[in-house]
């Protein structure tokens, strides 16, 4: 993939230390910002929907689900860095919590059918916690080898996949109401088919996309705000990955609710972004709903 740069711009992060430069043409808009659409979008769409989780969509009180959200949040702290300043610092503390969220809801996956502050396997916080730091350690071995990093993400992901499908389609199947196929069936959809196709087009096409976005850019300036010059599919990407994300975190929370008997209902905060709301009960008043 290849990136050009306007001649006129100081390069103020130069040179650049990722290992990766994305598809959006660099200091377009800014001399102090590389990938001004890239940035923007990771910090509304990734960071916001971390933030709006860990506060708003953990209704069971469990500090796993802060865990996974925070880690959302993360992820969407690193991709503003790197898309800013294209420098390996950001590109680590983008992907590193990438790994870590698949661990985490896989953890949350497994732990779904636990009773209320009682772990099920009380082992396997120390296996994830190996699981991570092997991680740590490999993807700083590599750090410049962006494929095997890719590889590592996508086997969590596709781990994922199975865990979901058994965790909604499996042997408890009958357990699952509505939100749950709710949040699954928009995981799926934003993430899968969505936003990896966008990636791939991303990542094989950006020479062609960019030729069509720069070389429009004079004949869109009366049809688009000044600031939208240069946007790329990119920005699409993270708010779905990012959403079908937030679905997978809510939708093993949902099921939780479910394994816990305690009622809930589907609400949407600020009118758009999707929340299970608990419906007050004796469970409210449990002294233990801040376990792990």
Not at 199 to 228: E, S
Request: net charge neutral; glycine share 6%; with cysteine.
């Amino acid at each position: 993939m290849t990136t050009t740069t306007p001649s006129n711009y100081y390069k103020f992060w130069e040179p650049h230390s990722s290992s990766i430069d994305f598809c959006e043409t660099n200091y377009l808009h800014f001399d102090t910002i590389v990938e001004f659409h890239n940035t923007w979008s990771s910090l509304l769409g990734i960071a916001s929907l971390g933030l709006i989780g860990a506060i708003w969509n953990n209704p069971t009180g469990e500090k796993r689900t802060v865990l996974a959200y925070s880690i959302l949040g993360l992820i969407g702290v690193g991709s503003t860095g790197l898309h800013l300043s294209l420098h390996w610092i950001f590109q680590a503390s983008d992907e590193l919590p990438m790994l870590y969220m698949n661990n985490c809801i896989s953890f949350m996956v497994f732990e779904v059918r636990a009773p209320f502050g009682k772990p099920k396997y009380p082992w396997l916080p120390y296996l994830f916690a190996l699981i991570t730091i092997i991680h740590t350690v490999v993807y700083y071995r590599f750090r410049d080898r962006y494929v095997i990093f890719f590889f590592v993400y996508a086997g969590g992901v596709f781990t994922l996949l199975y865990q979901g499908y058994n965790l909604i389609l499996g042997r408890d199947k009958h357990k699952r109401g509505h939100v749950a196929w709710y949040f699954a069936s928009r995981s799926v959809v934003t993430f899968c088919l969505v936003a990896f196709p966008v990636w791939v087009l991303d990542m094989h096409y950006c020479n062609f996309i960019l030729d069509i976005v720069d070389n429009n850019n004079t004949a869109m300036d009366g049809l688009l705000l000044p600031l939208l010059r240069g946007i790329t599919p990119h920005v699409l990407w993270h708010f779905c990955a990012a959403f079908g994300t937030y679905c997978a975190i809510a939708c093993v929370v949902t099921c939780r609710m479910e394994e816990l008997k305690i009622p809930f209902q589907l609400e949407y905060f600020m009118g758009i972004v999707p929340i299970t709301v608990r419906i007050n009960n004796d469970h409210d008043n449990n002294p233990q709903k801040k376990q792990l």
